[in-house]
């Protein structure tokens, strides 16, 4: 599974970016596709996960971000509103399928005041 991310970039406080997540495979209906972001110094952490069926999201994004996906075009996407300083980090794309995760490259996502 290959995934490739884009839609960085730089944003003011309070506006809105979408990211997408482009992925391989024939079988994309069934991966499991989540978000993950990782800030400078810090770790990665899970922002926001979608199954066939559901989403799941951190506590931090929830209200302001909103994942979904496109089966037909194997994308997934991250609606990313209300931004704020501190959602600036690397964004990461991730698909875990039949026990095995597979990471795209990040995409920065830079908010300013």
């Known amino acids: 599974v290959q995934l490739q991310a884009s839609g960085g970039g730089l944003v003011q406080a309070g506006g809105s970016l979408r990211l997408s997540c482009a992925a391989s495979g024939r079988t994309f209906s069934s991966y499991v596709m989540g978000w993950f972001r990782q800030a400078p110094g810090k770790e990665r952490d899970f922002v926001a996960a979608i199954t066939w069926s559901s989403t799941y999201y951190a506590d931090s994004v929830k209200g302001r971000f909103a994942i979904s996906r496109d089966n037909a075009m194997s994308t997934v996407y991250l609606q990313m509103s209300s931004l704020k300083l501190e959602d600036t980090a690397d964004y990461y794309c991730?698909?875990?399928?039949?026990?095995?995760?597979?990471w795209g490259q990040g995409t920065l996502v830079t908010v300013s005041s």
């Open positions: 991730n698909a875990a399928y039949l026990g095995y995760d597979y």
